[in-house]
Structures are given as structure tokens and as C-alpha cells.
């Protein structure tokens, strides 16, 4: 199986970022976590995403706050899909990261998920993944399912509560 390389701008998104490993692991989906920046790690950023392919990644998810232009870079290295998740961090609620990230020019995509939408990010990549892997696909049925009955269980109780 491929596995899914997850970069985060700075340490200080890791509490975000756990949500997406934790996700992955959950399936069982091998990773590789790093912290490299657009703007201060710019060369290491680049050399992993160039190399990115050949080391056997499938998809990377990239995390970052403020002017958040790290999906981007790694975008434009590599043609393997890039799933950017804009951090709420600094001043601006993730207004900032959420426009720097989702605004990408044509010809260099990023699939965007919410503010903060680490988990989503993670069950985006493990979908790409399902597409070769049955066993997966039925994993993401039984999980789909699991959430389902969950709020089911949530609106019977509220509904003899209320
Ligand atoms: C971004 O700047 C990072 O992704 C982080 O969300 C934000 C603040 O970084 P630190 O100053 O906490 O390292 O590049």
C-alpha cells in the first residue's frame, strides 16, 4: 500500500495534525509525519515533495496557519494529490490559511478541507487509497455505517429527553 506523507508547518499545528495520524492509523494506513515550512525549511520542503513519488508516497496532506503557502509548495513539485488543511492559528480564525491554501492557480491543485479539518483531510486520502484496495473501501463502508447508527442512537435518546 502507499503511504500518506502528513507535513505541518510548525510543531504548533501538531495538536490539529494529531487528528489526521490518529485517522490514519485507525486504517491501518502507513505514514510519514514531518514538520518543514514554505518559509523557513523551504529546501527540505521542496526536496520532499519532489522526491515524493518515488518514495512511495500516495497523497500528502499539509497543515499550516497563517500565510499559509505550504500545500502550494509542495503542490508545485510533485503531481501525487495534495490535501491542504488550513490551521486556525494567529489573529484571523484560519480566514488567513483557509484563502492562502484553497487559492491555488490552475494546473496546481489542492483539495482544501475545512478550518481545522484534519480527520476529513485523512479520510480524503484513505478514499483516494480505497481505489485499489477493496479490503479498504469496505473499512470506509463499516466506519460510514458506525457514524450513522451513532447519531441514531444520539436522536433516540435526545428525543426521550426532551
Ligand atoms: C505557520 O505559522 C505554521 O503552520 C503555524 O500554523 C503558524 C505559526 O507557527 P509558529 O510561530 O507557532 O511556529 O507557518
Known sequence: MKKIGIIMGSDS???IVQKAVDTLKAFDIPYEVHIFSAHRTPVEARNFSVNAR???FGAIICAAGMAAHLAGAIAANTTIPVVGIPIASGGLG???ALLSTVQMPSGIPVA???VNG???AALLCIQMLSLEDKELADKLDA?????AEAILT???TIA???
Do not use: C
Not at 466506519?143 to 457514524?147: F, L, M
Open 112 to 114: 482544501t478541507v475545512a
Open 54 to 56: 518515488e518514495s512511495g
Open 13 to 15: 499545528d501538531l495538536p
Open 154 to 156: 444520539k436522536d433516540v
Open 160 to 162: 426521550s429527553q426532551l
Open 118 to 120: 484534519a480527520v476529513n
Open 94 to 96: 484560519g480566514m488567513d
Open 143 to 147: 466506519k460510514r455505517k458506525a457514524d
